[in-house]
T-cell receptor, first 112, second 114 residues
Framework: SQKIEQNSEALNIQEGKTATLTCNYT??????LQWYRQDPGRGPVFLLL?????KEKRKERLKVTFDTTLKQSLFHITASQPADSATYLC???????????FGKGTSLLVTP | DAEITQSPRHKITETGRQVTLACHQT?????MFWYRQDLGHGLRLIHY???????NKGEVSDGYSVSRSNTEDLPLTLESAASSQTSVYFC?????????????FGPGTRLTVL
């Protein structure tokens, strides 16, 4: 069955460092992958989308890579700030139109 | 500004009762989705709709139903609430004009079934 894995352990990093989060998938050939941010008590908020034919996408301090051979996406936050502390979710298309299959998310804590 | 709202934000009910969670969006999006989020499981798709009168089952649809009578609303009904349905429920919507559209999420409804 299709499976999406994100690091279940929280990632703690120091302010100013680069945070790297991983999303691995199996039994899947997604056409695209999306990353969302979720703060406690709130709904997820879209950050970035990367298509299967794209290797890398950037938006301000965010960078996403997509390796369809390794079946992996990496999400980077450069010059991280305490305000970046949140849970980050990756999501893949389900080949049934617009529905998404979400990973369980990785919690990021950036300390001053 | 366009938005997506959910009501109620918190609900406590008893086992066996019918419960309806409301979702309303003013984005004029054709696509709407219901998810539940539980510790250890992440977001799981319950039902989704790609337009008026269209509904589809997701990964965890048993015990839930939806109906789409207009573009703005997709209410989620728990026919006979069970303790296993205690969860946080999120509604989302997206455009249908392209293939890769982002989803906009509501603030969530925390449901407790006693």
């Amino acid at each position: 069955s299709q499976k999406i894995e994100q690091n279940s352990e929280a990632l703690n990093i120091q302010e100013g460092k680069t945070a790297t989060l991983t999303c691995n998938y199996t039994n899947y050939s997604p056409a695209y992958l999306q990353w969302y941010r979720q703060d406690p008590g709130r709904g997820p908020v879209f950050l970035l989308l990367i298509r299967e034919n794209e290797k890398e996408k950037r938006k301000e301090r965010l960078k996403v890579t997509f390796d369809t051979t390794l079946k992996q996406s990496l999400f980077h936050i450069t010059a991280s700030q305490p305000a970046d502390s949140a849970t980050y979710l990756c999501a893949l298309d389900m080949h049934s139109g617009y529905a998404l299959n979400f990973g369980k998310g990785t919690s990021l804590l950036v300390t001053p | 500004d366009a938005e997506i709202t959910q009501s109620p934000r918190h609900k406590i009910t008893e086992t066996g009762r019918q419960v309806t969670l409301a979702c309303h969006q003013t984005w004029n999006h054709n696509n709407m989705f219901w998810y539940r989020q539980d510790l250890g499981h992440g977001l799981r798709l319950i039902h989704y709709s790609y337009g008026v009168q269209d509904t589809n089952k997701g990964e965890v649809s048993d015990g839930y139903s939806v109906s789409r009578s207009n573009t703005e609303d997709l209410p989620l009904t728990l026919e006979s609430a069970a303790s296993s349905q205690t969860s946080v429920y999120f509604c989302a919507s997206s455009e249908s004009s392209g293939r890769y559209n982002e989803q906009f999420f509501g603030p969530g409804t925390r449901l407790t079934v006693l």
